[in-house]
């Protein structure tokens, strides 16, 4: 998977509903995710589009146990 090569993204998660995949991307600035979009992300192969969300905050973050039956 060519994701696996920008070093940016951080987490790869495939989905249900309008998307395929939500990638989690960490970056210095709004120039430094321009230029992933546009010069990695998007030239990947398969790739027909892009939709940005920015994270203002993060009000939790918490980790749960996943308890076994």
Do not use: A, W
Request: charged share 30%.
């Amino acid at each position: 998977m060519k994701f696996k090569e920008i070093p940016e993204i951080i987490e790869c998660h495939y989905t249900t509903g309008n998307y395929s995949l939500f990638l989690k991307v960490y970056t210095r600035d709004n120039e430094h995710l321009r230029d992933i979009l546009t010069d990695k992300i998007q030239n990947i192969p398969g790739v027909v589009r892009t939709e940005t969300l920015i994270s203002l905050e993060e009000s939790i973050n918490r980790q749960i146990p996943v308890l076994s039956k």
